[in-house]
């Protein structure tokens, strides 16, 4: 697979990595499908025909933005406990453990993101699981392997913050 477009040398992150810069199919797919994402057999074949080009295409396209950093994932956000169990949590990690210990939380299929606040509590992630036994294994062993405490935050009132927002494009 082709690496998506490389940044100039100026434009650079605060940690000096490049910072990446979406096509125009990349652009139309984040703009057009951060909700009503195609719920059929063949959803990239759907945004395919709709940005006017082929299911390889998007799947490639797709693949550039999460490689390069645009986006985490591709997949749905549901109701808090309308399918399994999540809660979230957070932890007190010393800054020179705070890369170390997101990567380890990163790397669980359990947690769709982390990130970092600017509080005692200085590691924020959420947790999905079939079930409450799940999501306390979860955290147990998130505990366990970085021998930090994890404080659970469950859910006590739901409500809907629409996570998609449009995009300027320089």
Known sequence: MEPGPAAP?????LDDEPI???????RR????????????PRPFAALAAAVGCDEAEVIAALNR??????????????????AGASTLAAMAVPPERLDEVA????ARPEVNHNYEREHRLNLW???TAADERGVQAVL????????????????VEDYRIDLGFPLEWS
């Open 9 to 13: 040398p100026s434009e650079v992150s």
């Open 20 to 26: 990446y810069r979406p096509d125009g199919i990349e």
């Open 29 to 40: 797919l984040i703009d057009g499908y951060q909700r009503d994402f195609p719920l059929e």
């Open 65 to 82: 933005l999460r490689e390069g950093g645009a986006i985490s994932r591709v997949g749905p956000v549901f109701r808090p406990h309308a």
């Open 103 to 106: 990567a380890l939380i990163s």
């Open 125 to 127: 992630f959420v947790v």
């Open 140 to 155: 147990r062993e998130v505990g366990e392997s970085t021998g930090l405490p994890v404080l659970d935050l469950p859910l």
